[in-house]
């Protein structure tokens, strides 16, 4: 599957993002899906995911409350919504997908996914 990130862009502390990510070559359907991102100088770190069904998100302490995962089938589209962004979301921005992820878990790691797009910067002025 083929994976295109797109929504990020500059916005003021306290403002708000959607990014999505569109999906080509398969069905999302049978797919865990996840957004991860990576800041200047640091490793790429979870974010959150979302089951096939859309009913399990699990989400990294750092934007709990504040970000919300969701997916449409339909369209073939992964989003995330970002609400009361602060400078330390300051990253790129990627989506990912695998359909080998046997139960969903409150954190995943980079290597849980096989599938990832080219991802999206996301800037957040103070």
């Known amino acids: 599957v083929q994976l295109q990130a797109s929504g990020g862009g500059l916005v003021q502390a306290g403002g708000s993002l959607r990014l999505s990510c569109a999906a080509s070559?398969?069905?999302?359907?049978?797919?865990?899906m996840g957004w991860f991102r990576q800041a200047p100088g640091k490793e790429r770190e979870f974010v959150a995911a979302?089951?096939?069904?859309?009913?399990?998100?699990y989400y990294a302490d750092s934007v709990k409350g504040r970000f919300t995962i969701s997916r449409d089938n339909t369209k073939n589209t992964l989003y995330l919504q970002m609400n009361s962004l602060k400078p330390e979301d300051t990253a790129v921005y990627y989506c990912?997908?695998?359909?080998?992820?046997?139960?969903?878990?409150?954190?995943?790691?980079?290597?849980?996914?096989?599938?990832w797009g080219r991802g999206t910067l996301v800037t957040v002025s103070s």
């Open positions: 979302i089951s096939w069904s859309g009913l399990i998100t």
């Open positions: 070559g398969r069905t999302l359907s049978s797919y865990v």
């Open positions: 990912a997908a695998d359909r080998n992820i046997g139960h969903m878990k409150p954190s995943f790691v980079s290597q849980d996914f096989s599938s």
